[in-house]
């Protein structure tokens, strides 16, 4: 596609349920970054991958939160057992090469998740 | 502790003015500096960006500077148009390059009248 695809744009979860956010970077993009932004602050880093590599982990708040990239392209965010905290938007940001390169990132329009 | 800093929350400006936005860092390590652009319910798109090694650069109507003694850049939008409007982001990253790992500012939500 034309840019960074994030499914589904919304997301309603009651506290406990589990949910699973997906998120399709432009073709042949080799870096991917997954962002928490909640109201009123700025993007925050979660994770980040190298192809199907997980260099980076150190942004997920705790061990609720798992992401993956099986085959080095789509990648998907899965939050369990939901708490009211997770309420936020999930943004997926992709580059054409690896850190450093000097690539900006591309970021999706994010995926609303409201825990109730 | 916010290590990206933007003071303003938001801004008023008259149509064909200059918009200038401030953003403030704490961590020396950052080495690379980018503002984003947001609009509703959109992701955040890449505007401009400027290397430590520089302390200007422009493109089009946009100009970043950077005070690396004062670990303070800002934003310069000459003459600002009421599709300016949205909220912009700084952001810093501390890998070189902008396909890195950035720390976030909170935002400043500029509007443009008429």
């Known amino acids: 596609g034309a840019g960074v695809s994030q499914s589904p744009r919304y997301k309603v979860a009651k506290r406990g349920q589990d949910v699973a956010l997906r998120c399709d970077p432009i073709?042949?993009?080799?870096?991917l970054f997954w962002y928490q932004q909640a109201l009123g602050q700025g993007p925050e880093f979660l994770t980040y991958f190298q192809n199907e590599a997980q260099l980076d982990k150190s942004g997920l708040p705790s061990d609720r939160f798992f992401a993956e990239r099986p085959e080095g392209s789509v990648s998907t965010l899965k939050i369990q057992r939901t708490q009211q905290e997770d309420s936020a938007v999930y943004l997926c940001?992709?580059?054409?090469?690896?850190?450093?390169?000097?690539?900006?990132?591309?970021f999706g329009n994010g995926t609303r998740l409201t825990v109730t | 502790d916010q290590q990206v800093k933007q003071n303003s929350p938001s801004l008023s400006v008259q149509e064909g003015r200059i918009s200038i936005l401030n953003c403030d860092y704490t961590n020396s390590m950052f080495d690379y500096f980018l503002w984003y652009k947001k609009y509703p319910a959109e992701g955040p798109t890449f505007l401009i960006s400027i290397s430590s090694i520089k302390d200007k650069n422009e493109d089009g109507r946009f100009t970043v500077f950077l005070n690396k003694s004062a670990k303070h850049l800002s934003l310069h939008i000459v003459p600002s148009q009421p599709g300016d409007s949205a909220v912009y982001f700084c952001?810093?990253?501390?890998?070189?390059?902008?396909?890195?790992?950035?720390?976030f500012g909170t935002g400043t939500r500029l509007q443009v009248t008429l």
């Open positions: 952001a810093a990253s501390a890998l070189g390059g902008t396909a890195s790992k950035l720390t």
């Open positions: 073709s042949g993009h080799v870096s």
């Open positions: 940001a992709s580059s054409p090469r690896g850190q450093g390169s000097g690539s900006p990132l591309h």
